[in-house]
């Protein structure tokens, strides 16, 4: 007999939950606050392109997400390019990404091009299983320690800085170490970085995924923000949306953990305590639609005393489009000053920066410029970081909660998302 299941969020995770219950005949409603499915990885109408509002490409290693995709007979619209990474440094772009770029570095010492370069290839020899012995290790220190201070101060510092801020001195070397192997092993070869991209976005899978859990019998309820989930005698009764109660089975939550004491006040405390101390990065996105383009590269990095980001992603190096679109990501704590400047400062930024590493660009090649808010767009994995979180079943019969965090020491990706959706139903619906 199918269970009745709320599912809160329809990013990729909760798309996830809902298309695994509703495939093994339960009836599950997404509950999504947003007009629009998608969370981090949603679309957005730019002046007639619909792409999503955040950066997205593919690695080798998204097992989950490429399975997915041949389950919903999609495996035909993912496409692989070999991209091109460069680094803005000393007001110079230089090749990077492979041992020769490495080796021509100019601003670097040779002993320390040696220690970074070691350091990247142990790191992507270093197998998932392992992550264990870096788990409560700090990030940076464990860095400086193989890399040197010459080439910590020159690669590392300013990604730290500007992504993590104040954060930069306690993260998990595991979370980080696992962010470096994902790339370093998205490869052809040592000299070939090899990334992939879903024609038409992420919008392709994400709207696939909620027709199948439509034809399965489940529903996707857009613009329904769940004001409470309502809990009585350790038992989870139902949501309320809309100001409505609406009684279920079960109830999975996968919105970011740091919304989920306001949702769900009646948990014990000791629960609510651990949710409470989570902290996120929130971003402010800019998305540039130009004439022309940038550079060759996919993903550039930058250290540029003028520039307080941590590099920028030129999304149509790797999907080609009519136009050349760029993002440029601004991390900050959500309580930084800074992220109460209004858009117009973030794009006036862009326009600035972007000039800086192409001077040939003029105004009239900018034809569109837009930013996008997400406030928990990245949690901060401090070492141990698992240990401090509840498990997704939670002491209350009926109630699972996780968000991307959980997938620790693994970053934020849609096919992690997917793949821990898929098996929070199955436990979920046991
Ligand atoms: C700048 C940026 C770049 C990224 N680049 C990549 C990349 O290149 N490759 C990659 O694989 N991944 C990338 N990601 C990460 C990827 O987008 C996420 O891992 C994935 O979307 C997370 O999905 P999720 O469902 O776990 O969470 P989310 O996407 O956060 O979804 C949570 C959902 O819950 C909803 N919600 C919140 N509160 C409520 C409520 N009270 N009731 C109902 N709904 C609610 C939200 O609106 C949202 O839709 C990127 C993310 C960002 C921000």
């Given at each position: 007999m199918g269970q009745r299941i709320a599912v809160l969020g329809a990013g990729p995770m909760g798309l996830a939950v809902a298309y695994q219950l509703a495939r093994d005949g339960h009836q599950p409603v997404v509950f999504e606050a947003d007009d629009r499915v998608g969370g981090m990885a949603a679309g957005f109408d730019f002046s007639g392109l619909t792409i999503e509002r955040y950066y997205h490409f593919h690695c080798?290693?998204?097992?989950?997400?490429?399975?997915?995709?041949?389950?919903?007979?999609?495996?035909d619209q993912m496409h692989w390019h070999a991209t091109r990474m460069g680094y803005w440094y000393q007001d110079r772009l230089q090749a990077w990404g492979n041992p020769l770029a490495l080796l021509k570095f100019r601003g670097l010492g040779l002993a320390a091009k040696f220690r970074y370069g070691l350091h990247a290839f142990l790191s992507t020899k270093r197998k998932r299983e392992d992550w264990k012995a870096?788990?409560?290790?700090?990030?940076?220190g464990w860095i400086r320690r193989w890399v040197g201070a010459e080439a910590y101060e020159?690669?590392?510092?300013?990604?730290?800085d500007y992504k993590f801020y104040d954060y930069s001195s306690n993260l998990s070397a595991a979370w980080?170490?696992?962010?470096?192997?994902?790339?370093?092993?998205?490869?052809?070869?040592?000299?070939?970085?090899?990334l992939g991209y879903l024609e038409g976005g992420s919008d392709t899978l994400l709207n696939a995924m909620r027709d199948d859990i439509v034809k399965h019998g489940g529903e996707?309820?857009?613009?329904?923000?769940?004001?409470k989930v309502v809990i009585a005698q350790d038992q989870v009764r139902g949501v309320e949306s809309g100001g409505q109660f609406e009684a279920f089975d079960k109830v999975v939550s996968t919105i970011p953990l740091p919304y989920v004491p306001r949702v769900m006040p009646d948990l014990p405390p000791a629960v609510l305590a651990q949710f409470q101390a989570v902290r996120n990065i929130a971003v402010v996105c800019?998305?540039?639609?130009?004439?022309?383009?940038?550079?060759?590269?996919?993903?550039?990095?930058?250290n540029d005393p003028e520039m307080d980001i941590p590099g920028l992603v030129e999304y149509t190096n790797l999907r080609p489009l009519d136009q050349h679109i760029v993002y440029v990501p601004f991390y900050m704590p959500g309580e930084h000053a800074k992220y109460a400047d209004p858009d117009q400062v973030f794009l006036d930024k862009v326009r600035r920066y972007l000039k800086k590493i192409n001077p040939s660009l003029s105004d009239a090649d900018f034809l569109d410029m837009r930013a996008s808010r997400y406030r928990h767009a990245q949690p901060i994995c401090e070492p141990g970081y698992l240990d401090r979180l509840p498990a997704p079943a939670l002491p209350v019969r009926g109630l699972?909660?996780?968000?991307?965090?959980y997938y620790y020491p693994e970053d934020r990706g849609i096919s992690e998302s997917i793949d821990f959706g898929l098996k929070m139903a199955k436990d979920a619906a046991a």
């Open positions: 080798i290693s998204d097992t989950a997400f490429l399975q997915l995709l041949g389950e919903l007979g999609l495996s870096l788990d409560h290790v700090e990030a940076t020159v690669l590392w510092r300013r990604l730290f980080i170490w696992s962010r470096i192997r994902r790339i370093g092993t998205s490869r052809a070869s040592l000299f070939e970085e090899k996707v309820r857009l613009g329904s923000p769940v004001a800019v998305i540039v639609k130009l004439r022309k383009q940038v550079t060759e590269n996919f993903w550039v990095n930058t699972w909660v996780a968000d991307t965090s």
